[in-house]
Structure formats: C-alpha cells, structure tokens
C-alpha cells in the first residue's frame, strides 16, 4: 500500500511537471517565438522605403518625399533587396543573403531593429509580398511559390504542388516558372503569371481540391467539402507578356497584355468573386503597358510603359489611368521603372536612370506635374516601395 501511494504521488508530480512544461513552452511560443517581430508602433506615414549601393553596399534605406529623413535600415555588410511593407506600415519583408551568401526571405520592423529569418533552405528567394491578412509572406524561389505563415516561419511550396510537380514539368517541356503571385488563403486559390512555350498567361490554381463557390451562390452542406482536384494550372488570358497587380480591396486583379494574338495590347480588370475578365483599354498604337500598381483607394492603376516597333521595343515612361478612363495618360516619358504610389493617391515615386547607367528615385504628382529628383545621384537608388498606412497602432 506504501508503495502505491509513493508511485501514485510520483505520478502526479509527474503529470503536474508535463503540464507546467506544456504550458511554459505554450507561453514561450506565445512571447518569445524566435519567429516572431513585434510590429513596430511608430509612424510610418509617407516613408518610402528602397534599397541602395550608396554604403559602398546594398542595404534598405527610408526617405520621406520631401528628400529629407534619409536613413540606413539596415547595416548587415551582406546584401539586401525586395523590400517589402505589411499592410499595416508596421513590419517590412526583404531578401538578404547574410546567411552563408544564400539569399533568404527575413522581416523586421522598419527601423532595423529587430530582425528575423524566416527560410533555411538553398536557392535564390526574391520578390516577397505580404498577403492582404498581414500574417502571411508569398515569394519565388527560381520560379516556384511559396507561402510563410511570420508566425510559424515554416514556408510552404504551394505552386506547383509537389505531388504534381513532375506532372507540370512534363506536361510544359521541363519548365515550371511563376511570377507575380497572390493567394486566397480561405479559399485556397493561386493566381499567377506563368511562363509558356508563346510567352505568358496569368493562370488560376485551386489548391487540394478546395471548394470553389461564387459569392451569392447556395451550396448544400453535403457537397460543402467534395474534393474537386485540378491538374494544371487554368490558363485566364496570355500574350508576350502579361502582369498583374491585387486590387487593395483584395477583390480584383488589374491585367496588363502585351502583344496578344487577338487584342494585340491592353488593358483589363479579374474579378476574383465572379471570375470574369473586363477589358479597361485596348492599344490602338504602339504603346504597350507593362507592370502595373494600384492607387490605395482603388481607383486608378499605374504602369510601366513601352513603345512597341515591331520585334523592338524601348521604355516609353509611366502611364497613368482611372478605372472609367478611356485610355492611359502618359505622365512620365523616358527611361522610367517602377512606380508606387503614395498613400493618398496624389503622387507616385518612380525610378529613373542616370547617363552613368545608375538610378535615382523621382517624384510626380498623379496628373504628371511637379517631377522633382527625389535622391541625390549618390550610389545606385531602386525598387521604392510607398508606406501603406500611418503604421503607428491606434
């Protein structure tokens, strides 16, 4: 009897230390999750964020649109580029290849002061973008999709699928490449340009046979969770060159086609509710567009320009154009990439090259008036990226 009551209290000790260990690491993972950055509580308004050689290194760099606050990021002697925003202004995403010269996907908030890894694994990331929850990462790795939850840090492949990896590659010559992706993580769709043997198509892909329903429709419960597996990738439209953009609401996808077989240049609108293509411009002249970004209110897109002479083409400028317009304005001409806008919708930041081949960030208002030099022509200036939101937590 001794006996059994000296295990039964060991027992019970031994549970009651499992249950405090549980705990703990449930605490710890809750507060102290190596994976974790608290966003930053400050305000980000009007910080355009961008990277630049002018260190003697590629580093992250803020500077607000009147050229003042100019300020290193970060100070890693390795490289870092694609930044990114959260949507709430309060963490940022970028590439960096401090760990063993092998680029990485890592977040932090926007004063450098925290930082953290968020992928181990070999192969070049690039062009990381916080998905509309805030809680998640979409990036390329040499082509390929994945997704990373900033809480877990586990990053997941989610195009192509690895079960059907093989499959894709036989089915389009060996090649599978992705670019400009977005997901809906409820209902577990991809949208992406892909690379095809004419040029590229943006393509749907439903994940794990998700449910796919159209708002406003009744399903009955019994069908709710029926697999409805998908094989390939659902081509929408293609052309030479295609890009798109996720609209802020998170509703609609803007689509820029460059030399279609039968609309030749253009224009259009994905709704993502009711899957249907709604053409905005159609090119009467040798005038292409080409990457394109949304205002934060919806209303109008930018994009990059490109004047088309038959098998030749050069940068044109950057266009901009309201969803009701008729056709696109073009408000800046010349050698000019990458516009964002700012958070109000009034002006944009661009990059613009130099005689001596580096680049320089410039500022416009949205009608095209007011071009002023934003940096100094000190280093090479690139890949501006706009705060989305004030950033400090109300």
């Known amino acids: 009897m001794y006996l059994r009551r000296v295990w039964l209290k060991h027992t019970l000790l031994g549970l009651l230390a499992v249950v405090v260990l549980i705990a703990a690491g449930m605490f710890w993972i809750r507060y ?7 966003p930053a509580d400050i305000d980000t308004k009007d910080w355009i964020l961008f990277v630049s050689d002018r260190s ?29 925003w959260s949507p709430d202004g309060r963490l940022i995403a970028f590439i960096s290849d401090r760990d063993n010269r092998v680029p990485q996907l890592f977040y932090g908030d926007p004063e450098g002061r925290r930082v953290q890894q968020l992928t181990v694994s070999v192969g070049a990331k690039e062009k990381p973008q916080f998905l509309p929850d805030g809680k998640h990462i979409i990036f390329l790795l040499q082509g390929q999709v994945l997704l990373v939850d900033i809480e877990g840090g586990e990053a997941e492949k989610i195009l192509p699928p690895f079960e059907l990896e093989q499959q894709w590659r036989n089915t389009f010559g060996g090649s599978v490449l992705f670019r400009e992706p977005t997901y809906d993580v409820q209902k577990r769709i991809v949208y992406a340009v892909q690379r095809t043997e004419g040029g590229e198509a943006l393509v749907r892909y439903r994940r794990d046979g998700a449910d796919h329903q159209h708002e406003g429709e009744e399903g009955h419960e019994e069908h709710a969770h029926l697999p409805t597996p998908q094989k390939l990738p659902e081509p929408i439209i293609g052309g030479q060159e295609v890009h798109v953009a996720l609209s802020p609401d998170g509703t609609q996808l803007a689509v820029t086609i460059m030399s279609n077989s039968q609309i030749g240049h253009g224009v259009a609108l994905y709704n993502l509710v009711t899957e249907t293509l709604q053409p905005l411009w159609r090119g009467t002249a040798d005038l292409a ?27 044109a400028g950057i266009g901009v154009m309201g969803i009701g317009d008729a056709e696109p304005r073009l408000i800046v001409q010349g050698n000019a990439i990458t516009p964002t806008w700012s958070q109000g919708g009034t002006s944009l930041v661009y990059v613009k090259f130099r005689e001596d081949g580096k680049r320089d960030l410039w500022i416009v208002g949205a009608d095209g008036s007011d071009a002023r030099r934003l940096t100094d022509g000190t280093g090479d200036n690139y890949a501006p990226t706009w705060s989305p939101h004030p950033g400090k937590q109300k």
């Open 289 to 315: 567009p080409g990457a394109v970004v949304w205002a934060p209110d919806g209303t109008h897109l930018a994009f990059e320009m490109w004047r088309i002479k038959g098998e030749e083409r050069e940068r």
């Open 56 to 84: 003697g290194n590629l580093d992250l760099w803020v500077i607000l649109p009147d050229g003042s606050g100019l300020r290193q990021i970060t100070t890693d002697p390795a490289a870092e580029t694609d930044p990114a």
């Open 32 to 38: 102290f999750n190596p994976f974790r950055v608290k």
